[in-house]
């Protein structure tokens, strides 16, 4: 039942004093990627002193454990530049260096902290690779109290800055920092330690979680069943929901939604209502349980069908983004070896696994297919692509629409060749990673600029707009090259679609609005009885329904006819 | 266009005695001909196209139609008129349609036919105009009319169909649109046994279907049985893609006419369900009212105007009114599909497409110089094996997506195929543990040749006669369960609507399950699989969650708390009399309510009214401290209702609390309330209770196998917010 607490993540700072700006990086983009995370500051190395029982000298908490908002960056801000160095030297000043002192007065913070934290992390911003000059003594202290960190399960990062002559790891902080994080025993190859540069970026993307969508059995048949979680590695990302506020106060408002009788008034339960659909001009009504029931098919799971050859699996047979999954050895022992087995044989003999898909209670079955995907390393040995099954969802029947082709001209190779030399001008590397969302990205600089007050947000980088000056220059003559091959002189492509649309204009030119037309009571009897509703516009069946006083909820066309349908079969019964 | 393209089309049914006839074991006629009948209406109401249909009973034992006179025409009746099909013809063909006593000539009825539709569809628009006959032909008839009904079938352009209870050719029926993945259907009736009317019927029928069409004539003569399968199949959702003028661009100035059409996206169902009260079945009566209020204890409401929206940023909440959020919002251009480079296909992962739909683009209809430019693009992109990055927005409202567009090059067309591509932020970048070099998983070479063997089983491409593949499982022929399950249960709501609702259809079940051949090749090598691989469930630890654990030791100190919060009810009495309570508050429910009951302010039923909309309001929240403050309530209602004798109320809330226990999630309070033993006033309370003793007893019982049932579902919740996007 408290489950969001046990997600809540703990991060920890500790900043070197001249090295704001990092710190600064790091809270703006905590706070979009995960706005849950509990951050501290705390600078060490400073002449004053100031921690929660002042236990430790040259120590400086400059914020306390807590979720970073508008007023932590503010404060961040105002010690950067030039001023922000001279504000720092007058609150903070700089001392003497205990990197001991400053992990002991951490690890309180920590532990002052009543919440259950998922997740420890302590981060060192420094670029002196040895910051107590020798002093052994110093060493050993802050040796002794990083390894007790550790066993408490705080990981240790170094974001260590450049230095000219280098920054030696292995002086000192080799000792300090968490050895790279071997995540069970199933091996995994990761680098933990995030260059700063990354954080520098200021990526301004939530951050997810990496947790199983569902664990589902795969059945193979015959009671060969292994278990596998199912995860989304691509999901279109929308603006994070609003919350609604009480105007007066700017504290967040609950909505309640209620159901009550029209007539007397009182609140209807759940089961004091039915849903209803309306066919052939009669109402068919059900219970909540039996809307349910109709669209359970079998329970939860992925059962295998078969197999097909790769180039059966068409490129335009897509309907959503694609899923992925991974054995679950904890729910089924075996299941990896099973599923590593099966991934080794499709990629192999290159064929996918056509299933039937049942994400959830009571959702009907999909059909997928689930293609294998070898694990792929990148030039620095890091996973670029994980190892298990792409799950890509297949279209029924009713997902493909007759489309009538258009047909026309094909070109001639003289036409083609022209065309090839153009695509070859502007050829580059995709990388599904290098376009942001612009509406994102203005939104996430919208909030920050209010948050901050700032005067205007930052200038967004539109990359998804064709950079059309680079293009013109690289295609150069090539371009009227082409055109000339494949259009007339006189022909204007951008011309002829304005020029239709003129004649359209003039002719209803007069009308500028149609004046709104009554219905009356025969008029809508008339159409209801030959069914020639659905041949009048949406707006004018709006309005009909505003005439005759008819709650509607849809705007779709059909609902709107089925609301009057009822209405003039009650008109008649009268 | 060709959207308001309808058809008229006549339903002719032989109902004649010989129709009921039957071979013992085998249906009767005139049933597989009315079923035909009923799932051909029932697509047609639920494809809620314009098509009218029409429909003409023969061998009846009355007459009705418009041509009968002097003794001819006998035994025919127009049953109705052309019309929209609605529910209230199927209900009449099920509860009305009856076998006839009689015998009439299906040339006879056919005329009708003819005579109605020529009628009927007087000054109006159709496309096509269609005879559907269903008979034996075990009758006489008159041959003498047929040239005469030929050609007037054809100057008017009347199309036929017939559906017969036998095959045409008692050999050849196999061939004709046998590309569904279901096995054909069992033979029907062999060809012998005709009775002579029979067969020289079939021969007129013949004659009548290659005259009208030549060749394919006979292709529209179907048996009972072949017909039924076909039909139970709902209608397709047609719909006509709308049309996407655009222009293509490359650079500043090459620019190219295009359209683009929908061609492959997730169809929902037309209509969602409306909230009707329980008991007048009425939309109206129903009113959804959507409150906003603090988060304080009286959770004061406020109204819906002195709100404003604001948006999370870190731990503050940073007000951003709507105007505000309209005018700083990234603003697009208009549509545009513009090209930001071309690049490798090999590049585009399949997996990383994203959106929900794929779009196909044309050159502008009869703009030949488009076509040659796109077709010059189209196979540059071919060739080079290569495909375009494209900025894509379908609007100057909609947001610009990053998309590919894919050269595809078929015999009869060539088009663009665009899909949209993930942005940065859609991306989650996550790493899973190594598997294949992974000691502990590796797989031995007898795990591998088994695989192996399997997936040579249950390969569902197979090689036909002529060495051609041949897709035995083609998911996009397979029309969605999804429909066909809901138009099913919804057309048996509508003609019975007292029925529990019916199983799910074979044929559908069918569909979704693999192919029987595939099942038989591969149970060997799934047998091999099974006893070279263990796999065993792990058994969870984890202890089942019972309300003893999530609320505490409160199972050890019941009594306890009952005590607690009855003292608190006495020692606040005096105080509160000098205060006027006027309803039941939030903050102390329990205190209000008896509060109201003793002084009689109002009336009892009121106060309970209040009662439970506090109780309702407390459950709402679900959550341990509330449920305790509910279980109060309850109590105190339980006991008012007991001591001024009125058991009505509170048994019947009962009863729909417990109603709404799977759907609200709240067996946790239930258990709860099985602890107190909190249960239905009996009769040995008070006198006007309709249950015994034991009935109040069993009423809490057997809710706790269902808990069992229910709780490891609750496990798998998974990422909550990935659920509801998939809603």
């Known amino acids: 039942m408290a489950e969001w607490r046990e997600y809540y993540q703990n991060e920890d700072d500790e900043v070197e004093e001249d090295e704001e700006d990092s710190g600064g990086y790091v809270y703006t983009s905590k706070i979009i990627s995960s706005d849950k995370d509990l951050v501290a500051l705390v600078f060490y190395g400073t002449e004053q002193s100031k921690n929660p029982r002042n236990s430790f000298k040259h120590v400086y908490v400059y914020h306390d454990l807590d979720s970073p908002g508008a007023k932590h960056v503010q404060d961040i801000d105002k010690l950067q530049g030039e001023k922000g160095a001279q504000l720092a030297e007058k609150t903070m000043g700089s001392g003497e260096t205990s990197l001991g002192e400053a992990l002991w007065c951490c690890s309180n913070l920590y532990s002052d902290i009543k919440l259950r934290l998922s997740h420890k992390r302590l981060m060192i911003f420094t670029c002196r690779d040895d910051p107590h000059v020798g002093d052994s003594a110093k ?108 105007r007066d106060t700017n504290e967040p408002v609950r909505t309640k939604t209620r159901y009550f009788h029209a007539h007397n008034g009182g609140i209807l339960l759940p089961n004091d209502m039915k849903r209803a659909q309306v066919y052939g001009k009669k109402q068919i009504v059900m219970e909540k349980d039996e809307v349910d029931e109709i669209k359970k098919f079998d329970d939860p799971g992925l059962v295998l069908m078969g197999f097909k050859p790769m180039e059966r699996l068409k490129l335009h047979h897509h309907i959503r983004p694609a899923l992925f999954i991974y054995p679950e050895e904890e729910q089924i022992s075996g299941s990896s070896c099973m599923f590593t087995t099966l991934l080794l044989k499709c990629s192999e003999k290159n064929v996918f696994a056509l299933c039937r898909y049942i994400p959830r209670r009571n959702t009907p079955p999909r059909f997928v297919a689930l293609v294998p995907q070898r694990e792929e390393l990148d030039q620095s040995q890091t996973q670029a692509t994980p190892p298990g099954f792409r799950v890509i969802f297949l279209p029924f029947a009713d997902d493909i629409r007759t489309v009538d082709a258009h047909v026309g001209p094909t070109a001639s190779d003289e036409q083609v060749d022209k065309m090839k030399e153009i695509v070859h001008k502007l050829r580059f590397k995709y990388r599904s990673d290098a376009f942001e969302n612009p509406m994102l990205q203005q939104h996430y600089r919208n909030l920050e600029a209010l948050a901050l007050d700032m005067l205007a947000p930052e200038p967004i980088e539109d990359l998804t707009m064709p950079k059309v000056q680079m293009m013109d220059d690289r295609l150069g003559p090539l371009v009227q090259e082409f055109k000339d091959l494949v259009y007339p002189p006189d022909y204007n492509p951008e011309g002829k679609p304005a020029a239709k649309r003129k004649p359209a204009e003039s002719g209803g030119g007069g009308a500028e609005k149609k004046p709104k037309v009554e219905m009356s009571e025969e008029e809508l009897k008339n159409h209801v009885e030959k069914g020639t509703l659905g041949k009048l516009t949406v707006p004018v069946l709006k309005d009909a329904c505003r005439q005759f006083g008819i709650r509607t909820t849809g705007t779709k066309k059909q609902e709107l006819i089925d609301a009057l349908t009822i209405l003039a079969t009650r008109l008649n019964a009268n | 266009m060709a959207r308001a393209a309808k058809s008229a089309l006549v339903l002719c049914m032989d109902v004649g005695f010989s129709m009921s006839n039957s071979e013992p074991g085998q249906e009767p006629s005139f049933e597989q001909a009315k079923k035909v009948i009923q799932k051909f209406v029932q697509r047609q109401v639920f494809a809620e196209n314009k098509d009218e249909v029409g429909l003409v009973l023969f061998g009846t034992d009355g007459t009705k139609n418009g041509l009968a006179e002097d003794g001819q025409y006998e035994n025919i009746t127009v049953h109705r008129r052309l019309m929209m099909p609605d529910f209230e013809l199927l209900e009449e063909i099920e509860s009305k349609l009856q076998p006839g006593g009689q015998q009439a000539d299906w040339l006879d009825a056919l005329v009708v036919c003819m005579d109605l539709l020529q009628e009927e569809t007087m000054g109006k628009k159709f496309e096509r105009l269609n005879i559907v006959l269903l008979t034996d032909l075990n009758v006489q008839t008159s ?16 199309t036929l169909q017939f559906f017969l209870p036998f095959p045409v050719d008692g050999e050849d029926r196999a061939d004709g649109g046998g590309d569904g993945p279901g096995p054909s259907a069992a033979p029907v009736r062999p060809g012998k046994g005709l009775s002579r009317q029979q067969t020289q019927g079939l021969e007129m029928v013949k004659n009548i279907m290659t005259s009208l069409e030549e060749e394919d004539g006979l292709e529209e003569v179907y048996t009972f049985s072949d017909a039924l399968q076909k039909l139970s199949i709902f209608k397709r959702i047609d719909r006509r893609p709308m049309a996407w003028p655009c222009h293509l661009t490359i650079g500043s100035s090459l620019t190219i006419r295009i359209v683009g059409y929908k061609a492959v996206t997730e169809e929902k169902v037309k209509k969602s369900w409306a909230i009707v009260e329980a008991q007048s079945h009425q939309r109206d009566d129903v009113k959804r009212e959507t409150v906003y209020c603090l988060d304080d204890d009286n959770e004061t409401e406020v109204q819906k105007d002195d709100t404003i929206q604001g948006f999370r940023y870190g731990s503050d909440i940073v007000p951003f009114s709507k105007v505000d959020e309209d005018q700083m919002k990234y603003k697009s251009d208009g549509k545009c599909f513009s090209v930001l480079g071309f690049t490798k296909q090999e590049l585009i992962r399949r997996h990383q497409f994203m959106g929900s739909q794929v779009v196909k683009v044309f050159a502008a209809r009869d703009d030949e110089h488009a076509a040659v430019a796109l077709s010059a693009l189209i196979r540059a992109l071919d060739s080079l094996k290569m495909a375009a990055i494209v900025r894509y927005a379908y609007d100057r409202r909609s947001n610009p997506q990053v998309g590919a567009a894919f050269p595809c090059i078929k015999e009869k067309y060539e088009c663009l195929l665009y899909v949209q591509l993930p942005f940065m932020e859609d991306l989650r970048q996550f790493t899973f543990p190594v598997l294949e070099n992974n000691k502990k998983f590796k797989p031995s070479e007898s795990q591998l040749s088994a695989v192996d063997a399997l997936i040579d089983s249950m390969m569902l491409v197979e090689k036909d006669e002529d060495g051609e593949s041949v897709d035995v499982f083609k998911v996009n022929h397979i029309p969605n369960p999804q429909f066909q399950r809901l138009f099913q249960c919804l057309h048996h709501r509508g003609v019975n609507p007292d029925d529990p609702l019916p199983p799910v259809e074979p044929w559908l079940k069918r569909d979704l399950e693999r192919p029987q051949a595939v099942s038989a090749r591969c149970q060997t090598p799934l047998q091999d699989v099974k006893t070279k691989f263990p796999l065993k469930v792990v058994v969870k630890k984890k202890e089942q969650k019972t309300s003893a654990d999530v609320f505490g030791s409160s199972a050890d100190e019941p009594d306890a708390k009952k005590v607690k919060v009855d003292e608190e009810t006495e020692f606040n009495l005096a105080e509160i009399a000098k205060g006027n309570i006027t309803s039941v508050g939030s903050v102390n429910p329990v205190r209000d309510f008896c509060t109201l009951i003793r002084q009689k302010t109002v009336s009892f039923d009121q106060a309970c009214q209040q009662l439970t ?87 809490l019982a057997f809710e706790q196998k269902e808990e069992v049932q229910a709780a490891p579902v609750q496990e798998d919740t998974g990422d909550v917010d990935d659920l509801l996007d998939m809603m």
């Open chain 1, 139 to 246: 060493d050993r202290q802050a040796r002794t109290k990083a390894a007790d960190l550790k066993e408490t399960g705080v990981v240790i990062d170094l974001m260590h800055l450049t230095k000219p002559e280098g920054f030696d790891v292995s002086l000192f902080f080799c000792d300090i920092v968490s050895p790279p994080e071997d995540e069970s025993e199933l091996g995994l190859q990761t680098e933990p330690c995030r260059k700063l540069e990354d954080l520098q970026k200021r990526v301004r993307a939530k951050e997810l979680k990496k947790r199983a969508q569902s664990r589902l059995t795969f059945s193979l048949g015959e009671g060969v069943n292994l278990a596998v979680g199912v995860y989304v590695l691509a999901r279109t990302a929308t603006k994070p929901p609003a919350v609604r506020l009480y």
């Open chain 2, 143 to 158: 041959a003498d009319q047929l040239d005469v009904i030929i050609d007037s079938l054809k100057k008017a352009r009347i």
């Open chain 2, 613 to 699: 909309h506090r109780i309702e309001q407390l459950l709402g929240n679900r959550s341990p401290e509330y449920y305790m403050k509910s279980i109060a309530c309850i109590q105190a209602f339980r006991d008012q209702s007991v001591s001024s004798g009125n058991a009505e109320l509170f048994n019947s809330y009962m009863q729909s609390l417990k109603r709404s226990v799977p759907d609200r999630n709240l067996q946790e309070l239930w258990d709860l309330l099985i602890q107190d033993a909190l249960t239905l006033i009996s009769k040995d309370e008070v006198d006007g209770s309709t249950f015994s003793k034991q009935d109040a007893n069993q009423f």
